[in-house]
Structures are given as structure tokens and as C-alpha cells.
């Protein structure tokens, strides 16, 4: 695909290589949260059916973006409040004895939750140490045991961009009926994500990063075997007949259908939703394995250059097409993320690895940019 810069609020002086930090919004995506926002000045124009509308459409967008049945997906704030909701909903599930494998070196939002659910019902933490050929998957695999009840994972390796295979994971599970949850963050929207067949118990992605979301705004998967479940909120907005305002003291202990019990309270912010209902329209209308397709083309040239200077990127195989991650035996520099700042050049450095994450705004210009600053300095 041809640069999309046209589509965000990038100056031509800004090269910004860190999407799996903080996404820029699209435009069409910024005015509609203004106009969301603004509305709040004429409260009289903001109907019943407005507190619901929105929802049902990021759930339809959802599932003809990214796949899977959208009756599956649900509104929530942040990737902690959704595996938070997961670990209290397997709190009944598991118990002393029990193995929950992680990730080492795990972002805190798929530890944490864990860490509690381990304390709760006595089950063991289970670190999945990095690989030294960077092969996450045989790592985890390798952790699993007839004990192991809970494999918290992700699709790639929110540091550097390593691969985990996650049917091949999802197989293992189920041989030792163990429930599979799944933080998709730094990968959901940019690279492509089978729901059929990996079949998550659970997944949730913060939207802000690749989903192209505002802050705020984050997307929840619960299989529907879990549909039953009691959700983390107990909401009017989520029970059934919530839509006749005039009959909310007739309290109703049924809940919507699918997995709309998981969703927060004040779903349908309108300065927060119609900037995901936006993204999830781009997102669609691109194809997710093209953006993936794009972005995989643009590292490749990344890591070429970088291996020209002396830097180590993860290798192809083990790497997923929208991060990479690159690092140096000799170590690298304490003032390179300062030093390409102040140049308008933006990566992340995560532990031992730089990490490249750009979108589809990056055009020529930007990878000229980048590649004569990372000579100069190395």
C-alpha cells in the first residue's frame, strides 16, 4: 500500500517509528471526537437510544475489521480492566495445585491480574524465560505440564516483536483443557488474528496503539462459553429493558446478550467512541493483512539497514511484521532515543532492544531520515 499520510495530522519534519507506543489518531477520527465532545453542550438533543447505538456498531465494525462473531466483543477502558474481568471470572475455576505460564519480561497488565488470581486460589505462577533463539512459542509449550490450568499470552512480544504462534499454543491448551486468555495489544488491528481458530477463553487489546483508538478506548473478546459469566461492573446499562428510561426502577436481574455484561458503564461516551467507530472503518477499509503486508515491508528495509551498521534484528522468522525489534552486542547508546528526538525521529527502546513500530504514515522521506541519523550515530 501507498503512504497514508494524508489520513493523520503528521508533519512533514516528524518521523514517528513508535505506534506500539501511543498511535497518532486519524484526523476523521480527531474531528469526531470534537464534535462528540461539543454535543455535550445540548443535552436536550441526546436520545435514550443514544446511550446504546454506538456500542452495537463498534461491535459490528469489530467483527468485519478484525473477524470473529461480534455478539463476542465488548467496550471496555483498558486492557487491565478487561483481564482483570477474566482472572476474577476464573477465580471459581481454579485452584492449589494449578500452573498459570506467563511471559517473562510480560507487560504488567497480563502479569498482574495473574499474580492475584494466583494468590486467590493458590494456583502457581508459571515464567515462560526468553528464549535464547527468541522462539516464544517452544518456550511456552515447553512450560506446559498436566498442572498447567492457564496460559496468559500474547502474539507477540510487547519488547521487541517476537512471535508466538498461537494455534499451535491453543492446541496444547486444549490437550490439557486449560483456558488460553490472550492480551492482543501490540498486535491486534496490524497484524491478522484467526478468533475461529484459535479460540481465546479470553482476549482484550488497549485500543490506543494499533487499533488506532483514543486513549481510553479498548476492545474485550469473551468466547461464548463464558457468556453466563459474572462480569467485573453490575451495570443498569448492560441488563435487559435498560433502553425504557421511564421503567429503570423495575430492576432486572437478566443481563444483555452475549458478552455486553462485560462492557464498562458510560459505554457510549460520545467523546470516546465515535473516534474507535472511525479507526475500526479505516481499519476495515485498508484489511488488516494488508496493513500487516505494508508494515512487514517497510521493517524489512529497516532491518536491512540496521544490520548494514552492526545492529542484530530479531529474526525474520521469530518476527512479527509490524515490530521490530534490534539489538547490539555491543550494547547501545544511553542518549540514541534523545538523540533521534531531538531530530524528530521517534523509536521506543524496550530493555535490550530498540523497537521499530511504524504505521502506514511512514513514507520515503521518513525512512531517509532514519537511516542517515542511525549511521551518523553508529
Partial sequence: ??????????????????????????????DALVKGALSKR??????????????????????????????CFAV?????????????????????????????????????????????????MVVAKTPTDLNWT???????????????VCNCHWTNGALLDLVEIKKAAQVMDAYLTLDVTQSLGAMPLDFEAVRP??????????????????????DPKWHHARPLEE??????????????????DVYKPGARRFEMGQKCIPSLLPGGLVALEQLGGW???????????????????LQEIGLTPIPKKHRSPHI?????????PDELIPQLASKNIFISRRGSSLRFAPHLYINENDLDRLFETLKAVF
Fill in 201 to 222: 477463553d479470553f482476549a482484550v487489546a488497549s485500543g490506543y496503539k494499533w487499533l488506532l483508538f483514543p486513549y481510553g478506548l479498548s476492545l474485550f473478546y469473551a
Fill in 76 to 124: 471496555v477502558p483498558s486492557a487491565s480492566y478487561g483481564l482483570t474481568a477474566a482472572a476474577r471470572i476464573l477465580e471459581d475455576h481454579m485452584g492449589k495445585g494449578d500452573e498459570i505460564i506467563v511471559l517473562e519480561e510480560a507487560f504488567s497488565s497480563n502479569y498482574l491480574p495473574w499474580l492475584r488470581l494466583s494468590q486467590v486460589t493458590g494456583a502457581r
Fill in 1 to 30: 500500500m501507498e503512504s497514508q499520510r494524508n489520513l493523520f495530522d503528521i508533519p512533514p519534519d516528524i518521523s514517528y517509528f513508535n505506534c506500539a507506543y501511543n498511535s497518532p489518531l486519524l484526523v476523521k477520527a480527531g
Fill in 138 to 152: 517452544q518456550a511456552v509449550l515447553d512450560r506446559i505440564t498436566p498442572q498447567t490450568k492457564l496460559i496468559a
Fill in 42 to 71: 445540548h443535552p436536550w438533543d441526546r436520545k435514550p437510544n443514544d446511550f446504546f447505538d454506538d456500542a452495537e456498531k463498534f461491535r459490528k465494525l469489530t467483527a468485519k475489521a478484525l473477524g470473529g462473531n461480534p455478539e
Fill in 324 to 332: 521490530l525489534g534490534v539489538s547490539s552486542d555491543q550494547g547501545l
Fill in 235 to 252: 451495570t443498569w446499562i448492560n441488563r435487559d429493558g435498560a433502553e425504557i428510561f421511564e421503567k429503570l426502577t423495575n430492576y432486572s
Fill in 287 to 305: 484489511g488488516v493483512a494488508n496493513i500487516a503486508a505494508s508494515l512487514e515491508e517497510i521493517n524489512d528495509r529497516i532491518a536491512l539497514a
